[in-house]
């Protein structure tokens, strides 16, 4: 099969990964083997191709993001039948009996594995997961829209729960990406008065074409405070602002995998009369089944920019320059 192959890690500038033939993967006993129609790009990715998160296997096909038919199943394995349409998704495996395991926050699981970082991804004609780690696709999404889910939207239901906006709220989302656009319509799904901040231009139109309600630039100030926000942009800059336009008791999550240092910032301006700042780690797969079920209620329609599987470094660099509205997809 076709796949693209990270042999070193290096600035996608250099255009690191190479579009190449490999053996097609091998279910084991509980594995399912999916022929991809569709893998999203997540600037995760992007992070682990140019060595923002340390290596963890190489050579690695990168990918996450994964929608496309069982084609073979291994022997043990029944939760699914060969033309069956699934997602593979971030978190590819838990031991299953640490506290957080039997807890329900398997996310914090110290021996998880991820796809696309611990084992081969989506980047590829096929992939392959263990059939407990993978979700069934509701019918009423199509490939092109359920890919953008298995990461961007997983991730952005989790943001949105930690933040702790209730329903009607004031909601602020600082970076405007794939998780954002996803988040700012389940957020006016469920009646938010959502608040963007974004350097891009094209970003804050969509954001606006989306119902935001307001938007502005790096250095604005969202006109109201705001019962909560999400930092998306992987920029510590951006969290002491964020926490500074928050309402009595709001809460600033941090939702990306990676982030630079957050600098010095004011007890009074930021912490003081209760405000909180929290992180995101992962996602459960309740997590991802929530989040299906919620993106069929509410007609979630993510916005996709398609690139050709041999184009994946075209897409991680657009990525990477906040060139694309909405959600990259390959397209194998």
Known sequence: MKAQLLSRQAPIATRPLTLAEVPDPVPG????VVRVAACGVCRTDLHVVEGDLAPRRLPLIPGHQVVGRVEDTGRDASRFAPGDRVGIAWLRATCGTCDFCRSGRENLCE????TGWDADGGYAERAIVDEAFAYAIPDEIGDLSAAPLLCAGIIGYRALARS????GARLGLYGFGSSAHLVAQLARHRGC???VVTRDASHRALAEELGAVWTGGPYDTPPVPLDGAIVFAPVGDVVPPALAALGAGGTVAVAGIHLSDIPPMSYDACLFREKS?????SNTRRDGEVLLAEAKASRLAPRVTTFALADANDALAAVAGD???????LIP
């Open 277 to 281: 700042l929290t992180s995101v780690t």
């Open 193 to 195: 008065d959502v608040y």
């Open 29 to 32: 006993p509980r594995d399912v």
């Open 164 to 167: 702790q906006v209730a329903p």
């Open 111 to 114: 021996s998880s594995h991820y």
């Open 323 to 329: 060139r694309v509205a909405g959600t990259a997809v």
